[in-house]
T-cell receptor, first 110, second 114 residues
Framework: KNEVEQSPQNLTAQEGEFITINCSYS?????LHWLQQHPGGGIVSLFM???GKKKHGRLIATINIQEKHSSLHITASHPRDSAVYIC????????????FGKGTHLIIQP | GAGVSQSPSNKVTEKGKDVELRCDPI?????LYWYRQSLGQGLEFLIY????????KSGLPSDRFSAERTGGSVSTLTIQRTQQEDSAVYLC????????????FGSGTRLTVV
């Protein structure tokens, strides 16, 4: 079974700062997801990656398949970015779908 | 529909009662998952449906939990004789099929057992 580790667990930053959240996994994967969960809210899929880099607005996600590592970056952070960010990997096979990290609780202070 | 719909969004129930949680996946998505997120914990897999195949129930924590998916569409997760440790957010996700890794999540049902 894949082990997914995220760091940091908690992060508090000032508005405007550049944010990096890291994710490492133990077994080769078919795809990696970055998810966002707001307090009391559901989960929104931000990115699905199998290689390289993706960008959407102020969010950038990268993945290094050889090193089994992915990062999520937020540029010019804003208080509305405050949420839990979850890394999840799909190792193939379909049966149990995604294996999730425990999440990074991000707070952006004005 | 446009997204994965779950109902109810919140449910408070007394210990010992049965509850039913509903998930309406995206039309045409053959794969459907139920996950549970307990307070302070990561998401854990409960059950997986793929088309008309027998579901993978390996994540269900006890025989009080069951799920069905009618007509390959709507799914219902049933918890019998609820216990306080069942309090959690129950999330449903669907994806187009086993070879497509693009998951869409519902907003979840927050279950509180008092």
């Amino acid at each position: 079974k894949n082990e997914v580790e995220q760091s940091p667990q908690n992060l508090t930053a000032q508005e405007g700062e550049f944010i990096t959240i890291n994710c490492s996994y133990s077994v080769g994967i078919s795809a990696l997801h970055w998810l966002q969960q707001h307090p009391g809210g559901g989960i929104v899929s931000l990115f699905m990656l199998s290689s390289g880099k993706k960008k959407h607005g102020r969010l950038i996600a990268t993945i290094n398949i050889q090193e089994k590592h992915s990062s999520l970056h937020i540029t010019a952070s804003h208080p509305r970015d405050s949420a839990v960010y979850i890394c999840a990997v799909h190792s193939g096979g379909g049966a149990d779908g995604l294996t999730f990290g425990k999440g990074t609780h991000l707070i952006i202070q004005p | 529909g446009a997204g994965v719909s779950q109902s109810p969004s919140n449910k408070v129930t007394e210990k010992g009662k049965d509850v039913e949680l509903r998930c309406d996946p995206i039309s045409g998505h053959t794969a459907l998952y139920w996950y549970r997120q307990s307070l302070g914990q990561g998401l854990e897999f409960l059950i997986y449906f793929q088309g008309n195949s027998a579901p993978d129930k390996s994540g269900l924590p006890s025989d009080r939990f069951s799920a069905e998916r009618t007509g390959g569409s709507v799914s219902t997760l049933t918890i019998q004789r609820t216990q306080q440790e069942d309090s959690a957010v129950y999330l449903c996700a669907s994806r187009p099929g086993p070879a497509n890794y693009g998951y869409t999540f519902g907003s979840g049902t927050r279950l509180t057992v008092v």
